[in-house]
């Protein structure tokens, strides 16, 4: 609600202008100041501002504020209406002042949001799925609507119109009030946020992911692109590449299938023909993962053969009899 500040001069000019010439008094009236009042009717009394003002002299001095604002009535406004009035009132110091407020039925910015997005969700019904969130922002920021308080805070939405495209949207917000119906234009735009996965915490090169090593943030759709990781099944389970810190966008260059062999590592090599199966201890040369064609050395040969991942730290060789003296 925006304050209004403190009457000046202007404000004791509509004042004159609205009461014209006061009606004598028989004697002066003794009175005290209200701290604040509220109205609820259209124009302020002398009663509203003194207390202890005689009925027979009270009156309209000013029209009230509008629903939701307020006005203060400073020492020199408040000396002026006594001495006008023949009221006996003296300041007791210069912070004296009396506030007047209207008070009222407010529709809220969150109100209107929340109408505009039920609005944009009956055209975009893409917009419904869970892992999407949507940010309203208004071109007015300080949208608010302040009713008679006796209103119920009804509106509604005519006109709208929103363009997919750059997200804009535009509608007219129609409420009634005591003078009839009345419209306010309301525009802004939409940013699209999709729920993506990224890690909890930072990860060296080389760690397996887990599901617990997961998290979920919500990022703008315009940030997001055919590289970047949008679900968790393209994380669980591969290698981080490199020294990933949490919280940050992550793309498929930054992850791989897990390795099931590691360069220099001892492995079982699985040499098998048509008629039977070796199982001999090997070295691996290369970093392979299931399926991939890895060399390795046999330690007991010597020799170098290639053969293909079966599972961790398993490597399969396939081979004919005559071959197989070759592996060995």
């Not at 009035?85 to 929340?114: G, K």
């Not at 799925?129 to 805070?153: G, R, T």
Request: charged share 25%.
């Amino acid at each position: 609600m925006t304050k209004k500040p403190h009457i000046l001069l202007a404000l004791w000019l509509i004042f004159v202008g609205f009461i014209g010439s006061p009606e004598p008094c028989a004697a002066d009236t003794v009175v005290t100041i209200k701290g604040k009042t509220e109205m609820h009717k259209i124009n302020v009394r002398l009663s509203d501002v003194f207390e202890g003002v005689p009925a027979e002299i009270d009156r309209d001095i000013a029209q009230a504020p509008a629903p939701g604002k307020e006005v203060i009535y400073d020492v020199n406004v408040l000396t002026r209406i006594a001495k006008k009035y023949r009221l006996d009132w003296e300041p007791q110091s210069m912070a004296d002042h009396v506030v007047i407020e209207t008070p009222c039925t407010r529709i809220t910015a969150d109100t209107i949001r929340e109408a505009l997005l039920l609005k944009v969700r009956e055209n975009e019904t893409n917009l419904l799925q869970k892992n999407i969130a949507v940010d309203v922002a208004f071109d007015n920021h300080a949208l608010e609507i302040d009713l008679p308080a006796d209103q119920a805070p009804d509106f509604t939405l005519n006109n709208f119109v929103y363009d997919p495209i750059n997200k804009h949207f535009h509608a007219d917000l129609v409420a009634d009030s005591v003078s009839g119906p009345f419209a306010v234009p309301v525009t802004g735009h939409l940013t699209i946020k999709r729920s993506i996965p990224v890690f909890a915490h930072r990860l060296e090169a080389g760690t397996t992911v887990q599901n617990n090593d997961l998290d979920w943030i919500l990022v703008p759709e315009e940030k997001i692109n055919a590289s970047v990781v949008t679900d968790a099944h393209q994380l669980v389970g591969r290698e981080v590449k490199r020294d990933t810190d949490g919280d940050t966008l992550l793309y498929i260059h930054d992850i791989t299938p897990p390795r099931y062999i590691k360069r220099g590592s001892l492995i079982t090599m699985q040499i098998e023909t048509p008629y039977m199966t070796i199982a001999v201890q090997g070295k691996a040369l290369q970093d392979g993962g299931k399926g991939d064609v890895v060399r390795a050395l046999n330690i007991q040969s010597n020799r170098i053969i290639e053969g293909t991942v079966s599972e961790p730290d398993t490597l399969v060789v396939h081979t004919t009899s005559q071959k197989l003296a070759e592996a060995q």
